[in-house]
């Protein structure tokens, strides 16, 4: 907890309350229910302010406002509506209004930094995948369409507003890309409103403050005639870093997933193949506690590798992708709609993982991006990070921007770059050498943007996305 003079816990059960080391001197005020927080916080003496009244159909907007103007913020139905903007600042945050506390946290950090607040409607349930399949289909298939499609949602949220304006823009959000769209006409980066954000911020400012570990692991099976990695390793090494290098023959699934998890490193650069990979079809039937019986029809990719010290024994690395569950397409607002408990849905994953019935081939499985090592597949199944630190990752690999970067992110990795389509291998060098030309001197917002801008008449224009925060320096990576 730091130094802090004191500290509320609201709505903490004594379970959740059993995690905090909280200094013995520090005072504590506890709220339970939501009644309490006036009288409890009143404690406090806090200074006296004007009131900001607002509709409760208006809260977050009035929420905004209030950090702006430093007033009080009071819920009252009578209230008159909220017509001033508030998206003053040298940045702009925009925010996917989703229906939970991510909204509230990210209005929070907008006002911690001094940026405008943009608040935009959310994506339908689950469209993060439609978007990923609409790139697909405009990459791959060519279909301009899906590109219109992309510019249609992101544009009938930010309407008219005017990003030039703005040194640089954060976007909270499930998954759009806000900066293919705009072109990058201004530094942008992203935070996943899906992947726990208030860890995410936590933990950017925590390790921003420790002491830096200076070292970095530099991965690549050597696939390709020309790649950035040497060039790296010279490069970190002159810089003080200690690298460790898995390269060519050391670059194997189980020497990656050791390294990845448990070595502490500040930086973590990947040059391989990416994206999704071939895979299995497959039916299984349960039956639910209550005796109701269950069809799932789901995909299954695997990736396997020899167990060190040990040639006859091989460790299987599986991952499961429903598809349909009692002919309901997974995810469905059908499936919603069928109202199933969720004992039904963890007996169906149960089900998937204990599954020894026939394997059909199919080709690529959708959402089953990957890193390819010299002997496998690694899926992004991680514990840990970093021997629990908090690293930066350059996953320079084709569709490297979507599922496998939420595996990093949901690991604690404070940074993430990847890309969001399949990048050439000579725009793929161009963007590390100008990331790391200028990394070591700027934050990595910056150092990222000059990449991107480097691509800008090449097929990988606008290609990289960035998942972190503006204000992450060099001195900590």
């Known amino acids: 907890m730091g130094s802090a003079e004191c500290v509320i816990l609201a709505g903490l059960t004594d379970n959740q309350k059993s995690y905090l080391r909280i200094p013995p001197a520090t005072r504590v005020i506890e709220i339970t229910i939501l009644s309490e927080v006036e009288k409890q916080l009143s404690s406090l003496e806090l200074p006296k302010r004007e009131e900001l009244r607002c509709r409760s159909s208006e809260v977050l907007e009035a929420l905004v406002l209030a950090h ?89 949220r930010i309407g008219r507003a005017c990003f030039a304006e703005f040194d640089h823009a954060t976007f909270f959000t499930e998954g759009l890309p806000y900066s293919l769209v705009l072109e990058n006409c201004i530094p942008c980066c992203y935070v996943h409103l899906s992947l726990n954000p208030d860890l995410f911020i936590i933990d950017s400012i925590i390790f921003e403050k420790l002491q830096d570990i200076h070292s970095a692991i530099v991965f690549s099976p050597l696939f390709f005639p020309d790649e950035e990695t040497s060039t790296l390793c010279g490069f970190l090494s002159r810089n003080r870093y200690y690298v460790r290098s898995l390269l060519g023959r050391s670059a194997s699934l189980a020497s990656f997933d050791f390294h990845a998890q448990h070595f502490p490193y500040a930086l973590l650069h990947i040059c391989s193949h990416g994206g999704e990979v071939d895979g299995y079809e497959m039916v299984e039937e349960f039956v639910d506690r209550d005796g109701n019986k269950h069809t799932v029809q789901f995909d299954e990719v695997i990736g396997v590798t020899p167990v060190p010290d040990n040639d006859k024994i091989v460790e299987v690395h599986r991952k499961m992708f429903p598809r349909t569950l009692d002919g309901f397409a997974w995810r469905s607002e059908e499936l919603s709609q069928g109202q199933y408990p969720e004992y039904v849905i963890a007996q169906m994953w149960d089900c998937m993982r204990r599954s020894t019935g026939t394997r059909k081939s199919k080709g690529k499985v959708p959402m089953s991006c990957s890193i390819a090592c010299v002997d496998s597949i690694h899926q992004g199944q991680f514990h840990v990070l970093a021997s629990h630190r908090s690293p930066i990752v350059f996953n320079n690999a084709c569709w490297s921007g979507h599922e496998v970067a939420k595996f990093f992110l949901a690991c604690a990795a404070r940074a993430y770059i990847g890309t969001l389509w399949a990048v050439e291998n000579e725009a793929a060098v161009t963007a590390a050498r100008v990331f790391y030309e200028n990394v070591l001197t700027e934050p990595v917002l910056y150092a990222m943007h000059k990449a991107n801008k480097a691509l800008d008449k090449t097929n990988s224009k606008d290609i990289y996305i960035y998942w972190g925060l503006p204000w992450l320096c060099p001195e900590s990576c």
Do not use: C, F
């Open 68 to 156: 702006r103007t430093g007033k009080r913020l009071v819920v009252d139905e009578a209230a008159k509506a909220i017509s001033e903007s508030s998206t003053k600042g040298n940045g702009i945050v925009v925010v996917e209004a989703v229906a939970d506390a991510s909204t509230v946290l990210a209005i929070n950090y907008a006002s911690s930094v001094g940026a405008g607040v943009l608040l935009v409607a959310p994506l339908a349930d689950h469209d993060g995948q439609g978007i990923l399949k609409s790139i697909e289909l405009w990459k791959r298939g060519d279909d301009r369409t899906q590109l219109e499609k992309l510019k249609d949602e992101v544009m009938r």
